[in-house]
């Protein structure tokens, strides 16, 4: 049966030799008194809610190192095709490659079969790839879309098992945003309630978790349209200084003053004209 | 293993170091025509319920479930692969499926990759040679056929009270009524299990699926 996947299937399984060799690196590192760096994680709190007319997928911005904010507006909601598309949590590397390889294939799928692709398809192949990985793959995902048999919402975790419902939350500020939507969550609501919901779950996480922060994007996918609001509120604009420290010319008054002219003469002047077609 | 910057609190859904289990009660009753099947539906990742609402009693073959407990993400993946291998037994032999062929499918995957899984399954269904049947799966591969069974985390609580219960030939609807009672007990006591009771009876005539909310659960001892 000729394959239509990028994926090149291996026999024989994963190898898992590099994991045993890095956790000896590690191991050596520690023992040196230095600390290996720490991969980037989305700290992150991801939600996505089903309404009467499809799904509503929400994310925070912030893309965190360890303490540190690597990234204040990084896109947490991939594309997978034009009707479905991914909130990833985790290690950042980890979810935007896997996202774009099953997005990938998909396509591939999608043109093999003449079929806009299901939202089940797109489950099935991200929790047979992450099982394959056995957990290695640090991507914790919440996918949403419409399909021919309607709205669905899955929440997929690292090692493989999914979770089909009604609303999901993932990430280090699950919890928070969880207790909104436990809260609030009907069946068959309006548009316009369910991006407040998803808006105030997303904001839970942003104000309650250190993980999250910056801003809020929105992603409500319908039958044959997508409305990707990013941002969608601005939950945490910068704040203007109050005052100025520009000093006017003559504040530091001067004493002495010395130039000393260089003289550098030009040896060799070469000119490559990069193409900017 | 990568640490996460908040891993003091075992409060916190810390998929990278905890893997979503089905800390679980799942049971098995066989009876004349048919068997009655029944789980809780709470899935854990440490301390934390990430879903309240989840379906153990997963459909194998139109007559064929398994209810599945110890790692979900396991026994989702050997599930998906007993339903493929087994959909295609069933049209190279143009017939339904034995309960034992599907419950041995289980048992070559449970225990060939023993090492690598984390599983507990209790297979259940009808079919038209030996009528219904329950085989259980557990923990490193074995395979037995039982008239009654019950496994997953909560079922350490609930021997006593399922051996001192059952009697053979019991009624479809006393079946159905000891093992929603048998399964609230459980749910009781048993951290890793709460939620629902959802229960399914599968017969000659089809399978009838029902679900126990909270407070419908049957009630015992106020203590």
């Given at each position: 049966m000729a394959s239509v996947s990028v994926c090149q299937y291996r026999p024989g399984g994963f190898s898992f030799e590099n994991c045993k060799r890095n956790a000896l690196l590690e191991a050596d590192i520690n023992k040196l008194g230095f600390s290996s760096p720490a991969a980037r994680k989305t700290g992150t709190t991801i939600c996505g809610v089903v309404y009467k007319d499809g799904v509503v997928l929400g994310a925070d911005t912030r893309a965190t190192e360890g303490m540190v904010v690597a990234d204040k507006n990084c896109s947490k909601i991939h594309y997978i095709s034009p009707n479905i598309y991914?909130?990833?949590?985790?290690?950042?590397?980890?979810?935007?490659?896997?996202?774009?390889?099953?997005?990938?294939?998909?396509?591939?799928?999608?043109?093999?079969?003449?079929?806009?692709?299901?939202?089940?398809?797109?489950?099935?192949?991200?929790?047979?790839?992450?099982?394959?990985?056995?957990?290695?793959?640090?991507?914790?995902?919440?996918?949403?879309?419409?399909?021919?048999?309607?709205?669905?919402?899955?929440?997929?975790?690292?090692?493989?098992?999914?979770?089909?419902?009604?609303?999901?939350?993932?990430?280090?500020?699950?919890?928070?945003?969880?207790?909104?939507?436990?809260?609030?969550?009907?069946?068959?609501?309006?548009?316009?309630?369910?991006?407040?919901?998803?808006?105030?779950?997303?904001?839970?996480?942003?104000?309650?978790?250190?993980?999250?922060?910056?801003?809020?994007?929105?992603?409500?996918?319908?039958?044959?349209?997508?409305?990707?609001?990013?941002?969608?509120?601005?939950?945490?604009?910068?704040?203007?200084?109050?005052?100025?420290?520009?000093?006017?010319?003559?504040?530091?008054g001067v004493l002495t003053k010395a130039v000393t002219p260089l003289n550098l003469e030009v040896v060799e002047e070469s000119v490559q004209t990069m193409d900017t077609s | 293993?990568?640490?996460?910057?908040?891993?003091?609190?075992?409060?916190?859904?810390?998929?990278?170091?905890?893997?979503?289990?089905?800390?679980?009660?799942?049971?098995?009753?066989?009876?004349?025509?048919?068997?009655?099947?029944?789980?809780?539906?709470?899935?854990?990742?440490?301390?934390?319920?990430a879903n309240r609402v989840t379906d153990k009693l997963t459909p194998i073959h139109e007559r064929i479930f398994c209810c599945r407990s110890g790692s979900a993400a396991d026994t989702q993946a050997i599930a998906d692969a007993v339903t493929y291998q087994l959909g295609f037994h069933s049209i190279e032999?143009?017939?339904?499926?034995?309960?034992?062929?599907?419950?041995?499918?289980?048992?070559?995957?449970?225990?060939?990759?023993?090492?690598?899984?984390?599983?507990?399954?209790?297979?259940?269904?009808?079919?038209?040679?030996?009528?219904?049947?329950?085989?259980?799966?557990?923990?490193?591969?074995?395979?037995?056929?039982?008239?009654?069974?019950?496994?997953?985390?909560?079922?350490?609580?609930?021997?006593?009270?399922?051996?001192s219960n059952y009697r053979a030939g019991m009624s479809k609807e006393e079946c159905l009524k000891f093992t929603a009672e048998a399964l609230t007990l459980a749910m009781e006591r048993d951290g890793s299990s709460g939620g629902v009771v959802r229960l399914a009876v599968i017969s000659e005539q089809g399978v009838e699926r029902q679900v126990i909310l909270g407070n419908q659960l049957p009630k015992f001892s106020t203590v």
């Open positions: 991914c909130c990833g949590a985790g290690t950042a590397a980890d979810t935007e490659m896997t996202t774009q390889i099953i997005s990938s294939n998909l396509e591939l799928h999608s043109l093999s079969t003449g079929r806009l692709p299901r939202v089940t398809t797109a489950n099935r192949m991200l929790k047979q790839m992450l099982f394959r990985y056995q957990g290695y793959i640090g991507a914790a995902l919440v996918l949403g879309g419409v399909d021919c048999n309607g709205p669905h919402l899955y929440s997929i975790y690292p090692h493989g098992s999914t979770d089909k419902l009604p609303y999901v939350t993932m990430g280090s500020g699950s919890l928070a945003a969880m207790a909104v939507f436990e809260d609030r969550y009907r069946p068959n609501m309006e548009e316009e309630e369910a991006k407040r919901l998803v808006r105030d779950a997303i904001a839970a996480g942003i104000f309650n978790d250190l993980g999250s922060g910056s801003n809020i994007d929105l992603c409500v996918i319908t039958k044959g349209n997508v409305d990707y609001l990013r941002p969608h509120d601005m939950a945490n604009k910068k704040g203007v200084r109050t005052g100025s420290y520009r000093y006017k010319h003559g504040t530091t | 293993i990568v640490s996460t910057f908040n891993n003091y609190n075992d409060l916190y859904p810390d998929w990278t170091q905890r893997e979503v289990s089905t800390g679980t009660t799942i049971m098995a009753v066989e009876f004349e025509g048919g068997v009655v099947i029944g789980a809780d539906s709470r899935t854990t990742t440490g301390a934390y319920i032999l143009d017939e339904a499926p034995l309960v034992q062929t599907a419950a041995s499918l289980f048992r070559e995957m449970c225990y060939r990759y023993r090492e690598e899984l984390m599983a507990g399954i209790i297979v259940a269904g009808w079919d038209p040679r030996r009528g219904g049947q329950v085989y259980t799966v557990p923990v490193g591969g074995m395979m037995t056929r039982q008239p009654v069974s019950v496994g997953g985390s909560g079922s350490s609580y609930i021997y006593g009270y399922v051996d």
